[in-house]
């Protein structure tokens, strides 16, 4: 008998976990990040939302869409509190407790943003500006050129907010003199905010991305490797790959902006 229960125990070990409870949805958090991902209304929306959705839905696996900060998002990933994570990049830490999808769900273009008349320029050398005050989102990574620059203590005056409208108050109000964000993430807040009248924006014409970016990140959907969701990932990857060779991938991008392609 107790041989019996060892080899059922075995067996049931080796079962991936969602194929005892198929009516279970994977839960996937995400972050305030138009146009990639973001609620509006009761629902959610975003390109990468699209993607996830239409992907799930041909390997046929129930999802389900949770909003959170980054950092608790990063947080409860490791733990395996939640399934997924929406547009992650790469880092060599998170490998660690991070299965990536093989397919990007987009480019992030990193620039620096200054408001309108700033004096400050660009020459791609960061380390020109770092007499300067930059404001930057907590537990973000801005790609390896920026991201060692802080390691090395070679930019120092860094001002950390954990959401984009925070960072566009410090830029607008004087606090920083830089902004490190996504061009398109950036300048779609700052118009939504612009046109609901923020009034801590109102010395704020418009802020200009400074050329050219610092770094080009892909973003990925990250599996928790605490939940052991290799197969699920695997067949995410498979649904995507078909999505590319049959165009809704570009198809569902595009919806948003013609000029966008994947």
Known sequence: MKLKLRILALITLLIPSYLFSVEQPLSIAFVEYPPYHFTSGDGVEGISI????????????????????WSRALIWLRL?????????????????????????LSKAQIHLFVTEGSNIEYSEDLTKLSHFRFGVKKDFSYGPYFDDLVAQNKLTKLTYEVDIPQLLVKLCTGVTDI????????????????????????????IIALTPAIDAR???????KQNQLTDIRDRF???????????????IIQSYDPQLSN
């Open 50 to 69: 699209r993607i996830i959705e239409e992907a799930f839905r041909r390997t046929e696996i129930p999802i389900e869409f949770n909003v959170m900060p």
């Open 80 to 104: 395996g509190k939640i399934d997924g994570m929406v547009g992650v990049f790469i880092r060599p830490e998170r490998l660690e407790y991070i299965d990536y999808s093989k397919l990007p």
């Open 179 to 206: 902004m490190v964000g996504e061009r398109r993430n950036s300048e779609y807040v700052f118009n939504q905010l612009i046109k609901e009248t923020y009034p801590q924006l109102t010395r704020c014409k418009k």
């Open 218 to 224: 892909l973003a990925y959907l990250a599996f928790s």
């Open 237 to 251: 990857d498979e649904a995507m790959n078909s999505m590319k060779q049959d165009g809704s991938l570009n198809r």
